[in-house]
């Protein structure tokens, strides 16, 4: 019993977790002979208190494990904050760079039930709680544009994508400097995630900056400030546009929507509690990591199979109609690539949820790597001795998914493993 509980408790609380049959040898090798040396270790599943290799699910989402999505939530504030400050392997002067916050969103399809800042009633008359179900509804579902909305949505990485080339070109515009040298001046580096509206429309939140040529290592130019760059991202989005399917005579075409928001990031020694800080763009950014659109909009979180499921889901009813809308258009062979049947649950959205450039800081891959690195040297053997490597021999099946209802009761009664980081939770 106490050997299980110290496997189950090294999931950290995952609750569903994959099992693997198989095993993990490691022997030494003398690398002036090449020979095969001693045993140092060998893990077999079928000796462990489990009977199964147990590795954490890594769900992002916190719908499908509240543990394994607040790792997420954790390394996602690290890789930003990284690239805001410094830190695991960016240096500290990033922090100098011009850096903004960005929140881009989608057009509207539809007038939609809202809470106003001005303190006036919504449209249809009522002045709408914070909790109301309605909000980011449609006032009329049968005029709302539900083809136009899930549409957006499965074209919306594509629109990122024409944003960053045109940003680099405003940005390059504006210092004076043709494409082609812009490269040996300045880098555009950014980390963003998507998120949904109420209403079920994506939009994405991103952490923007301008580095030297060599990215965050090297002092950006002196023409590069954050008003510049402010001014060369409104550019760009106005002239972000993407081509879309023609749908039953109807020729679909792709933009941001007029609400922008762009705020300069500033340090937080300069904070005077009115500015944006690094920590609370972090924090932001790293929250909605672990969303999908069951969080906001009401949906479901997996993938549908048959429409019917649709009738036992307990969704709002506009959350239905994208979901069916984005299956019905999935049925077209013209929009095979949207994959849109696939990701009908996401109401068409089908890209990453935080990306970044590869200058902007590191990856949730290295910090993962950093973390089981560092619970192998909890438990590893003893190094192998100079002039000395080892051999691993790994294998490995899959053996399901979960816990049994005993592993369950048990995982429940552990304290969850402390994080690796000390970040607010907020
Ligand atoms: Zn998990
Ligand atoms: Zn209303």
């Known amino acids: ?57 890594n769900n992002r989402r916190a ?59 919504c449209r249809c008359g009522l002045r709408h709680d914070q909790e109301d179900a309605v909000l980011g509804t449609p006032l009329d579902p049968d005029t709302y544009d539900y083809e136009a909305a899930v549409l957006w949505n499965a074209h919306a990485g594509a ?59 090297t002092p950006p130019p002196a023409w590069a400030t954050a008003e510049l760059l402010t001014d060369a991202i409104r550019a760009a989005v106005t002239a972000s546009r993407v081509e879309g399917p023609v749908i039953d005579g109807r020729a679909h075409s792709f933009t941001f929507g007029r609400q922008l928001d762009v705020r300069p ?57 994208l979901i069916r809308t984005a299956w019905t258009l999935g049925a077209r062979k013209d929009l095979e690539h949207l994959r849109l049947r696939a990701w009908a649950h996401m109401l068409g959205f089908r890209g990453h949820f935080s990306t970044k450039s590869r200058r902007y800081s590191t990856t949730l891959g290295a910090l993962r790597t950093a973390r089981a690195d560092w619970r192998r040297a909890q438990t590893a053997p003893p190094v192998p001795q100079a002039g000395e490597t080892t051999l691993v021999l790994a294998h490995w099946v899959f053996a399901g998914t979960g816990l049994s209802a005993a592993e369950t009761w048990l995982a429940a009664t552990l304290e969850p493993a402390p994080g690796t980081e000390g970040e607010p939770t907020a």
């Open 1 to 57: 019993m106490p050997a299980l509980a110290r496997q189950l408790a090294g999931l950290g609380g995952c609750t569903n977790p994959v099992r693997l049959d198989g095993h993990r040898t490691e022997y030494d090798i003398d690398t002036r002979t090449g020979e095969i040396g001693n045993l140092l270790h060998r893990l077999d599943s079928a000796t462990l208190p489990a009977g199964h290799l147990l590795v954490r699910c």
């Open 63 to 121: 719908t499908r494990c509240a543990a394994c999505a607040e790792v997420y939530r954790r390394d996602t504030f690290q890789l930003i904050t990284a690239g805001l400050r410094g830190g695991k392997g960016t240096p500290d002067q990033v922090a100098t760079h011009p850096r903004v916050f960005a929140t881009f969103t989608a057009p509207g399809f539809g007038p939609v039930h809202n809470r106003r800042t001005d303190g006036r009633a």
């Open 159 to 217: 629109l990122w994508r024409r944003f960053s080339i045109y940003l680099r070109r405003e940005v390059a515009k504006r210092a004076g400097l043709t494409q082609r040298t812009f490269r040996d001046h300045a880098r555009v580096s950014f980390a963003k995630v998507a998120e949904y509206q109420k209403r079920g429309a994506v939009h994405f939140h991103a952490v923007i900056r301008l580095d030297g040529p060599e990215g965050g290592d």
């Open 265 to 321: 990031i500033r340090s937080a020694d300069f904070d005077d509690g009115q500015e944006l800080t690094e920590r609370a763009v972090a924090a932001y950014i790293a929250k909605y990591a672990t969303k999908g659109a069951e969080t906001t909009t009401g949906t479901l979180d997996r993938p549908i199979r048959f429409l019917a499921e649709l009738a036992q889901a307990r969704i709002s009813d506009h959350a239905r109609r």
